[in-house]
């Protein structure tokens, strides 16, 4: 089966710097790929090679098995897309936006899939307002419905929590699910903020300096290291703690209060580090894994700087 | 096309900036009228000084012909800022604005998209001439009257109503040659820049030396000129002549277009090989 995107041996330069080294990686159709790196890895260039915004040095970029340079019209009209921040013509209506932005692809939009669409991303009352005065996430929002616009079945969103408060975080993250969930969209979704990804995300790519680092479904990354779990337990006498500081359990603890701990264990190790503190007398009341991905970028980022 | 031209048209009449070059147009005709009927018999006494020692001037010699002549001296500078105003923000502006990442990211080629905006570009260029015409015959007829219209050139030609307006025409269209060619300038270097600033300031700072490097008839200068824009650019005044050089009028037009398909291949070439950062 083709993978609705592809990208083989991308490589590009801006003068001496090399943004983008050799970057490989693919998503198959109906998945949602996060796709993490910290700020400058070369996110952005990749995904605006994919949508031919950049040209690159050496590589191939494929939308369904077509070459989106070889092949452009074919291969955009099957995508939508919203880079960064959502900046659009102030002078223009929410609508406006839509129908003017929908004469610069092939496929004709009715009135009525521009309002759907609107209605969908929370903007209906708003069709008619000017773009200027709407907030960022307002705007983040008007930039799902234009990626919307022309029902591609693969959605490219680049840092589209940029600039929103938490509340429109939330809301984004939750238009992207419904999107991936609800809509079936392939969605290649980059970010650096790593709790974010890893809701809504079933397989990811890392990119650091340039290069993937690592590639695969979420839970097998997480699974494959350490984990942070917190683990809470009704408030401990001091020997139970003595006797659990003599445990071999301390190696991984990262903090230890009277009522609880924090571990870094690999999660299929979790269930016997509960046996462990249930067979010393613990009355564990709660399980929490904690930060487990943000563990993993910065394990994997380290390795390979070292 | 068609869809993507509309599009561009649209976003060039919704904006504001577009209405100042219209604004200013009126300004300009509204003050040569002004200044004419303010001072014109002076202007002219002290023009015909010599002539009228010999001859005595019969009619209307300030009438609306004549200020529809000087109204078409603004096409030197004033105009090119005005049409380089718009054109100079056709790529420059949606690349500051960072629209560029709504419209390229679709099925519409690059190629298309520059070639609609500079169009777009051309529309907004020929409705500014068209109303400079509109206006300053209008005004002038209505204002100061129909007459014969004396032009001092290297001779003093007077050329009479029934024989005046398709000189007008041809002085007006060979005007909107000459403004395409600054626009497809400006266009050029719109497609340089990430702001409107650089190419609108790039745009005047081009015409002036060019005007200047025209005037200098000697040396090197001597062997450049005929092969600079601004040196044709006034090529709308042989059509004042008594009788008009058509080959000269030929030649000029040439050239300007020479300039324009230089000028906009180099930008469409440009344009599609641009990494879009913003």
């Given at each position: 089966m083709t993978a609705a995107l592809e990208i083989v041996g991308l490589k590009k330069s801006f003068g001496a710097l090399r943004a983008v080294d050799d970057v490989s990686f693919s998503v198959e159709a109906g998945q949602i790929c996060g796709f993490l790196g910290p700020n400058g890895a070369g996110k952005s260039t990749t995904l605006r090679s994919l949508l031919t915004l950049i040209f690159p040095d050496a590589g191939t970029l494929m939308v369904h098995g077509m070459d989106v340079f070889k092949k452009r019209r074919k291969a955009l009209a099957r995508v939508g897309a919203l880079i960064e921040r959502a900046d659009f013509y102030r002078y223009l209506s929410a609508l406006d936006t839509l129908r003017l932005l929908a004469r610069y692809q092939d496929k004709r939009v009715e009135r009525t899939r521009m309002m759907e669409l609107l209605k969908w991303v929370g903007l209906e009352d708003r069709a008619h307002a000017k773009v200027k005065t709407f907030s960022q996430g307002m705007k983040q929002r008007l930039g799902i419905a234009q990626a919307l616009l022309h029902d591609p079945d693969i959605l490219i969103l680049d840092e589209p929590t940029n600039g929103l408060?938490?509340?429109g975080m939330v809301d984004m993250r939750n238009l992207v699910l419904r999107l991936g969930r609800e809509l079936g969209k392939t969605i290649l979704l980059s970010s650096h903020i790593l709790n974010e990804v890893e809701m809504v995300a079933d397989t990811m790519v890392i990119i650091h300096k340039g290069r993937v680092i690592t590639q695969g479904p979420v839970q097998d990354l997480l699974s494959r290291d350490a984990a942070t779990v917190w683990v809470s337990w009704q408030e401990a006498p001091a020997q139970l703690l003595e006797a659990f500081?003599?445990?071999?359990?301390?190696?991984?603890?990262?903090?230890?209060?009277?009522?609880?701990?924090?571990?870094?264990?690999?999660?299929?190790?979790?269930?016997?580090?509960?046996?462990?503190?249930?067979?010393?007398?613990?009355?564990?009341?709660?399980?929490?894994?904690?930060?487990s991905l943000e563990q993993l970028f910065l394990k994997i980022t380290a390795e390979a700087d070292a | 096309m068609l869809k993507i031209l509309s599009a561009e048209l649209r976003k060039i009449f919704l904006r504001g900036r577009t209405y100042i070059g219209f604004a200013a147009v009126a300004v300009i005709v509204l003050g040569v009228e002004l200044a004419i009927w303010l001072e014109g018999s002076k202007m002219l006494?002290?023009?015909?000084?010599?002539?009228?020692?010999?001859?005595?001037?019969?009619?209307?010699?300030?009438?609306?012909?004549?200020?529809?002549?000087?109204?078409?001296?603004a096409l030197w500078v004033h105009v090119p800022f005005l049409v380089a105003l718009v054109t100079g923000d056709l790529l420059s502006g949606?690349?500051?604005?960072?629209?560029?990442?709504?419209?390229?990211?679709?099925?519409?080629?690059?190629?298309?998209?520059?070639?609609?905006?500079f169009l777009a570009g051309l529309v907004y260029v020929y409705l500014l001439i068209a109303l400079m015409a509109a206006l300053s015959l209008g005004l002038g007829y209505v204002f100061f009257g129909s007459g014969d219209l004396i032009v001092l050139k290297k001779t003093i030609n007077i050329i009479p109503p029934d024989d005046v307006?398709?000189?007008?025409?041809?002085?007006?269209?060979?005007?909107?040659?000459?403004?395409?060619t600054v626009a497809a300038l400006s266009f050029l270097f719109s497609t340089m820049a990430d702001n409107s600033i650089g190419p609108i300031l790039g745009t005047v700072a081009v015409i002036i030396v060019c005007t200047i490097f025209s005037s200098l008839n000697f040396g090197f200068f001597k062997v450049l000129r005929p092969f600079l824009f601004t040196t044709h650019m006034t090529g709308w005044r042989l059509f004042f002549d008594f009788e008009p050089s058509w080959e000269v009028v030929l030649r000029s037009a040439c050239i300007l277009?020479?300039?324009?398909?230089?000028?906009?291949?180099?930008?469409?070439?440009?344009?599609?090989?641009k990494d879009i950062l913003t």
């Open positions: 408060d938490p509340g500081r003599k445990s071999l359990i301390p190696e991984r603890v990262r903090q230890l209060s009277p009522t609880g701990a924090e571990f870094d264990v690999p999660e299929k190790d979790i269930p016997d580090l509960l046996s462990a503190l249930l067979g010393l007398g613990f009355r564990v009341t709660e399980v929490q894994r904690r930060r | 006494n002290f023009v015909t000084n010599d002539l009228q020692r010999y001859f005595f001037l019969d009619g209307r010699p300030i009438n609306g012909f004549l200020t529809t002549y000087m109204v078409l001296n949606e690349a500051a604005a960072g629209t560029f990442r709504l419209i390229l990211t679709r099925s519409a080629g690059r190629g298309k998209v520059a070639l609609a905006k307006l398709w000189r007008f025409a041809g002085a007006f269209a060979f005007g909107a040659l000459s403004m395409t277009l020479a300039h324009i398909l230089l000028f906009l291949g180099i930008s469409l070439w440009r344009f599609k090989t």
